[in-house]
């Protein structure tokens, strides 16, 4: 699971960045809040990058990844679902949606442990 999301995490990471890059250039009515949210976007992806990295505790790290992960679903779907339903359809948008929901899937999965314990 962690080759999958070391990559889709990166690249997440890309993309949040440069959505919240695009929105401080163009301005448009809301963009505070739409740079911040990919900010967010941006934090969670960075650190799901560098946990790993980083060798963090395996315990903190699974919970960060499950809370962090449902957040991310959520925000995802949420997102698709406000696009598809939006006068004008972003691709872009769309693009950011389903990574941020395919992170946010393969974080879940991963904050679950596959070694098996003696006392269950």
């Not at 990166?10 to 301005?27: G, K, Q």
């Not at 903190?60 to 499950?66: D, Q």
């Amino acid at each position: 699971m962690q080759k999958a999301l070391l990559p889709v995490s990166f690249l997440t990471l890309l993309a949040a960045v440069w959505l919240a890059l695009m929105e401080m250039v163009l301005r448009h009515p809301g963009f505070v809040v739409r740079i911040a949210v990919a900010l967010c976007i941006a934090a969670v992806s960075a650190a799901t990058f560098l946990t790993p990295i980083l060798h963090g505790r395996m315990h903190a790290k699974r919970g960060f990844y499950a809370v962090g992960g449902i957040v991310l679903v959520g925000m995802g779907v949420q997102t698709f679902l406000h696009n598809a339903r939006a006068a004008h359809f972003d691709g872009f948008v769309f693009v950011i949606a389903s990574a941020v929901v395919l992170l946010g899937i393969l974080m879940v999965l991963s904050s679950v442990p596959t070694e098996t314990h003696p006392l269950g």
